[in-house]
T-cell receptor, first 115, second 112 residues
Framework: DGGITQSPKYLFRKEGQNVTLSCEQN?????MYWYRQDPGQGLRLIYY???????QKGDIAEGYSVSREKKESFPLTVTSAQKNPTAFYLC??????????????FGQGTRLTVV | KNEVEQSPQNLTAQEGEFITINCSYS?????LHWLQQHPGGGIVSLFM???GKKKHGRLIATINIQEKHSSLHITASHPRDSAVYIC??????????????FGQGTRLTINP
């Protein structure tokens, strides 16, 4: 079955350590996105990519980095520069191009807790 | 003020009740999504609509583009409908990718 897989589901890290969250999709989608969710707030865009080896900053990119070496994969690294990294992280993907009315598909999320 | 506002933020109802969740937005949009987030956190897309009304089982979504307002209705609600419902609007294309702006979500609890 096609879908988006995020791993791990729960992640604990010590303050000051970098941590990488995995996101893989087998939907052959061009675009992939990372969102952050905090209690009582809507999801906010961290980074997005619409093609391999290219990505763009979203609204809250500071303290994060990404790579897009393969179409299927878009890992997110939460660096030690991120001041408040504890949050729920969601990965999504969608088609782009001439067909603009395409849905976005979401992963199951990773809950990161920094202690 | 957020670009996408949902109401109510929390809603508790008894099994069988008719549920309405509202979403108002202040930006021009090309489409609106209704999403469901269960306690585990994963998000499922319920509807994507740009005009009129869509129905899937007990769920109905409507949108009024002129009034910049959408509603999600649940008929004959059931405890398994308990989740957070999120409205998201596509306000344009970022170089071809989707730019989604999300509401803060409505937490729905259906008691048996």
């Amino acid at each position: 079955d096609g879908g988006i897989t995020q791993s791990p589901k729960y992640l604990f890290r010590k303050e000051g350590q970098n941590v990488t969250l995995s996101c893989e999709q087998n939907l052959n989608h061009d675009a992939m996105y990372w969102y952050r969710q905090d209690p009582g707030q809507g999801l906010r865009l961290i980074y997005y990519s619409q093609i391999v080896n290219d990505f763009q900053k979203g609204d809250i990119a500071e303290g994060y980095s990404v790579s897009r070496e393969k179409k299927e994969s878009f890992p997110l690294t939460v660096t030690s520069a991120q001041k408040n990294p504890t949050a729920f992280y969601l990965c999504a993907s969608s088609m782009i191009g001439r067909d603009r009315n395409t849905e976005a598909f979401f992963g199951q999320g990773t809950r990161l807790t920094v202690v | 003020k957020n670009e996408v506002e949902q109401s109510p933020q929390n809603l508790t109802a008894q099994e069988g009740e008719f549920i309405t969740i509202n979403c108002s937005y202040s930006v021009g949009i090309s489409a609106l999504h209704w999403l469901q987030q269960h306690p585990g956190g994963g998000i499922v897309s319920l509807f994507m609509l740009s005009s009129g009304k869509k129905k899937h089982g007990r769920l109905i979504a409507t949108i009024n583009i002129q009034e910049k307002h959408s509603s999600l209705h649940i008929t004959a609600s059931h405890p398994r409908d308990s989740a957070v419902y999120i409205c998201a609007v596509r306000s344009g294309l970022i170089q071809g990718a989707q730019k989604l702006v999300f509401g803060q979500g409505t937490r729905l609890t259906i008691n048996p």
